[in-house]
């Protein structure tokens, strides 16, 4: 495999074994122990902090689904635009399960060490659509 099929199938396994499969114990493979996730303002780190996170996220939102809109790998970084869709079943950010559908769209912008990720900077709508439901 070249160096760029080697990234594609480490954000796959991202998206498809963590996100959408719920895996949570392929963070430490898929993350550097040490891994930075920037969430706006919030900065996580480490792999155990980064499993916090998404443990929370699939145990609101357990249907959630990414579709990558656009990738692009340029050297040890990786760009992905992509499109997210889940329904709030558990409570999230201070608010209750409200049974809504909610469809955001996000940047993240991947800093990688080999093929594991060393630091992530994601921006997406979501607070802002979660905020309206």
Known sequence: MSDREDLRAVMDRFIHEIWHGQRLDVVS???????????????LTG???IR????GVQTAFPDLRYEVAD???DGDRIAMRY???????GDYDGKAATGHRLDYEGIAIF???????AEVWSQSDRALKFAAL
């Not at 800093?111 to 990720?117: K, Q, S």
């Open 83 to 89: 499109l997210g869709t889940a329904t709030h079943r």
């Open 71 to 73: 990738l692009f790998i």
């Open 29 to 43: 493979e898929v993350f550097k122990e040490d891994a930075r996730l920037h969430l706006g303002d919030d900065v």
């Open 47 to 49: 792999a155990g902090a």
């Open 111 to 117: 800093h990688m060490d080999g093929t594991r990720i």
């Open 52 to 55: 916090g996170f998404i443990k």
